[in-house]
């Protein structure tokens, strides 16, 4: 059918904007990506001064299959008078508002391709086409890609309790919270959990009476970006990584966790510093405190003050602590996106609920094989620990795009090798 479209996106996120974007070097493709949003944003709850990205600059949208492509972080400096400034900083990572401003710059190249302000809430399949859309309009296409991103993860117990004084960090009342004067707790010690601190002593939210940051890690770990340990993020072991046995899968990925989910370094070691200005040459009056290895157990409200409880995984005992505020930094979760319910019929899930991906990334179905359903970050376990990073999104962009023009527009495979081999060879 003339109008149908071969890829159709839905969630324009930095995951399916590198997908545009990477698939344009087929000329031929019909691609057409939707977003309920006003414009592309990124986690911009979330976005401080001070936000680094963890991976390089080199590693956007496109650069890892096409350096050659108009949608370069480089040729975005130099479109925009920013280059000889930005070799001049002699850094190798942006902060995330950058990252963010580039990918607003992309979208503003192609707006052919890009629906932003456009909810899809529809989703059938008649056999031939995938039917997208809402109750205004609609859109045929041979395949889809599912973007929309992740949710926030919100302990059980905390639920009750969500409100403009006890909220996930991902959420507008962050924005607009008031501290000062306020018992502020903060519960999560990953990198969110580590810039809220931070920013919290800076007193972005007014002067708090106090700060507590509560982590069930041992520590605030630091991100693993050393060398060896950075061939997970290739796609060399994403392919090794894939053809070994599921049962083994959870286990590896879990171990490798502050490879992808732990604290910038440098980060670590300014706020270290900060502290220690802060506690034994200023003497601020805020008091603070970093209590790791405490496990969230019960949440309540007495007179507009919660109570926390904590186990202690260090001391086997319960503690309680008191609070005005609580920040929840407790990571996301992926979730099934409520449209496809009309088609899940036809979806394989796994045990847990998740779709069970392909090689390709697109999903196991009972549909027509030249349909295809593909995914960005629901395949953590499947594919490797890379999979929520954008470290190897070109790469997994330029799968996709091959799979849907059934031609290897891009190289995507007969890399270097790397120096680990999980395999013996003779």
Request: proline share 4%; glycine share 6%; with cysteine.
């Amino acid at each position: 059918m003339d109008d149908a479209l071969d890829l159709a996106g839905i969630g324009i996120g930095p995951f399916n904007l590198s997908l545009a974007a990477v698939s344009t070097k087929n000329h031929a493709l019909k691609t057409h990506f939707f977003d309920e949003k006003p414009e592309f944003q990124w986690h911009s709850e979330i976005m401080f001064p001070d936000s680094d990205m963890q991976t390089a600059f080199l590693k956007d949208l496109v650069t890892g299959v096409d350096p050659t492509n108009p949608y370069s972080f480089l040729n975005y400096l130099v479109q925009n008078g920013l280059f000889h400034a930005f070799m001049n900083t002699n850094r190798q990572v942006v902060t995330r508002k950058e990252f963010e401003l580039y990918c607003q710059w992309v979208t503003r190249q192609m707006p052919e391709r890009l629906s932003f302000n456009f909810n899809v809430d529809t989703l059938g399949y008649d056999g031939r086409y995938f039917i997208i859309g809402n109750s205004a309009q609609q859109f045929k296409a041979k395949s889809i890609c599912i973007g929309t991103g992740i949710n926030p993860r919100i302990p059980a117990c905390a639920e009750p309790h969500i409100s403009e004084t006890c909220f996930h960090a991902k959420s507008a009342f962050l924005k607009h919270t008031d501290m000062r004067d306020k018992n502020v707790v903060i519960v999560g010690g990953g990198q969110t959990g580590v810039e809220i601190f931070r920013n919290v002593m800076k007193e972005k939210w007014g002067f708090a009476k106090s700060v507590t940051l509560v982590s069930s890690r041992p520590n605030l770990e630091p991100l693993d970006e050393s060398a060896f340990v950075n061939e997970y993020f290739s796609p060399n072991y994403a392919k090794a990584f894939f053809t070994i046995d599921a049962r083994l899968k959870k286990r590896i990925v879990d171990y490798q966790k502050l490879t992808s989910d732990g604290n910038t370094p440098s980060y670590l070691q300014n706020l270290y510093n900060e502290l220690y200005y802060v506690q034994n040459v200023d003497q601020s009056p805020v008091k603070f405190r970093i209590l790791p290895y405490r496990k969230l157990e019960g949440v309540s409200n007495f007179n507009n003050r919660y109570q926390l409880c904590f186990s202690n995984c260090f001391t086997l005992k319960h503690e309680r602590l008191s609070a005005d505020i609580v920040i929840l930094c407790t990571g996301f979760r992926n979730g099934v996106p409520s449209f496809i319910e009309a088609i899940s019929h036809l979806i394989q899930f796994d045990e847990d609920g998740c779709f069970r991906v392909n090689q390709d990334f697109s999903v196991q179905w009972d549909g027509h094989a030249q349909n295809k359903i593909f995914v960005q970050n629901f395949s953590r376990y499947e594919h490797g620990i890379f999979e929520p990073q954008t470290s190897l999104m070109a790469w997994r962009s330029a799968v996709i795009t091959n799979s849907v023009s059934e031609n290897a527009i891009y190289q995507t495979e007969n890399f270097a090798p790397n120096f680990l081999s999980y395999a013996f060879v003779e």
